[in-house]
């Protein structure tokens, strides 16, 4: 078969693999492109909600089984969650069966857009929400924000007509596992935050995740810009491994001379004063580091200084993302559960100077705890729960943390340990998925029993 981006996708036999929001998406979208679609699923359809709105269409979905994947498809669109190591996927590959994630097919369909695509482990949402909140501000009406943020990018091209219509500033949050599977994807403005380890469980090594996070710039021209956290020196590595063919722009809070630097008082772009850092809403030093590369993405997309400090200035933050939840007896909570790795953990607990009570743990993804040991003497106490309590607690803390079974258990160990001025921080270092189906679940259960003390 020829190449998918040369490919009209009229009559082609496509079928996606797993739905959730993407592959809904992606479903519908090739349908308007007038594919033969048929959807591939584990659960059976009586758990689907999306089941019916597809039959609406003519979409049928099928058991995830030898009989439906040895049907000769012009195209898979696989679930950015279905590992791309696995058999069945290999066995697809193996007979030139093109195989992208919906990030791709959207690309491959829309009209030419201004993609601005934000990866890295820690600081993607927050530094997207910024940088579309500045955006939306400038090119109103033509801004949109999408991707692993929680909106499909083929649901934006199909909701805004983005398939005849172009020139639309696009902000998107890409995780590793929408990168895997990229062909002719890439953004004009690109930007990598930072690189620490994560979901090893699915990739399998630090190097094949790292290496992933920088096909962001694999196929970037010289006239598109990519920003280079100037701080980070496993992305410095990585980089030169890995080299980056577009215009680069540096952000630092380390060194003056990087393009976009940011000293203890005032963000500098490109050696001139932007904002004053008293105007941020936001906590901590990382989130200044977000600041850096969300004015630095907005300018090379057209912002003036004034309307990027504007917007900047303006951003409130995001939820689950050290969110502020409530003082209850001179004791601040706040939830983050969006800390779903243990580098995230770090920088929520170094974004305060009060004493922290940790609650942390959740599903098992075998993790290191060795980078918050040296955070030990800010924490008063780590409360850990869940699958991956127990080895957390022995390993950080030598079995002189406190082990609860679940969230609620934590929190009252947290509430009666607490006292005026303390800080109880919900930050899990893993994923939720051992007693909740996502983490903006596990994040709304403790905002719940946070307002209920």
Request: glycine share 8%; proline share 5%.
């Amino acid at each position: 078969m020829e190449s998918v981006s040369n490919a009209s996708f009229r009559g082609k036999n496509a079928l996606v693999m797993g739905l959730a929001r993407s592959g809904f998406a992606a479903a519908r979208l090739l349908h308007t492109l007038g594919a033969k679609v048929t959807v591939t699923e584990t659960k059976p359809v009586s758990e689907l909600p999306e089941a019916a709105s597809l039959a609406e269409l003519g979409i049928p979905v099928c058991p995830q089984d030898e009989e439906t994947l040895s049907r000769d498809w012009d195209l898979v669109i696989k679930n950015p969650g279905i590992n791309g190591n696995l058999p069945v996927i290999k066995a697809l590959r193996a007979r030139c069966i093109p195989v992208i994630t919906e990030i791709e097919l959207a690309f491959l369909a829309a009209a030419p857009q201004r993609y601005i695509g934000i990866t890295g482990t820690n600081g993607k949402t927050t530094t997207c929400s910024m940088c579309y909140e500045i955006l939306e501000r400038v090119f109103p009406g033509k801004t949109h924000l999408c991707g692993n943020i929680g909106v499909a990018l083929c649901e934006t091209v199909l909701q805004n007509g983005l398939l005849h219509e172009a020139g639309h500033v696009i902000v998107l949050e890409i995780s590793n596992f929408q990168l895997l599977d990229i062909e002719r994807f890439h953004p004009g403005i690109g930007v990598i935050l930072n690189l620490a380890p994560d979901h090893l469980d699915f990739m399998g090594s630090e190097d094949a995740y790292y290496r992933s996070k920088c096909r962001v710039y694999e196929n970037m021209t010289e006239d598109e810009i990519f920003l280079q956290n100037a701080d980070d020196p496993v992305l410095a590595e990585y980089m030169r491994k890995l080299p980056c063919r577009a215009k680069r722009v540096t952000f630092s809070l380390k060194d003056p001379a990087a393009d976009l630097y940011a000293d203890e008082q005032t963000l500098y772009a490109f050696g001139k004063p932007v904002l004053p850092l008293s105007a941020l809403k936001i906590v901590g030093r990382h989130n200044v580091q977000n600041t850096l590369a969300a004015v630095g993405a907005a300018l090379a997309a057209g912002a003036s200084p004034a309307e990027a400090a504007a917007g900047a200035a303006a951003f409130a933050g995001v939820e689950h993302r050290i969110e502020y939840v409530r003082t209850a007896e001179g004791v601040r909570y706040y939830n983050d559960s969006k800390g779903t790795n243990v580098d995230a953990t770090v920088t929520a607990v170094n974004a305060f100077d009060a004493p922290v009570i940790l609650l942390a743990g959740g599903y098992e993804k075998g993790l290191s705890f060795e980078p918050l040991k040296p955070l030990l003497p800010k924490m008063k106490a780590v409360i850990g729960y869940g699958a991956c309590g127990a080895r957390l607690i022995d390993e950080l803390t030598g079995g002189a943390g406190t082990l609860c079974r679940d969230l609620p258990e934590a929190l009252a160990a947290a509430r009666a340990l607490a006292t005026e001025g303390d800080v109880v921080l919900l930050s899990p270092t893993t994923s939720s998925f051992d007693q909740y189906s996502c983490f903006e679940e596990r994040g709304e259960h403790f905002k719940q029993l946070v307002n209920a003390l």
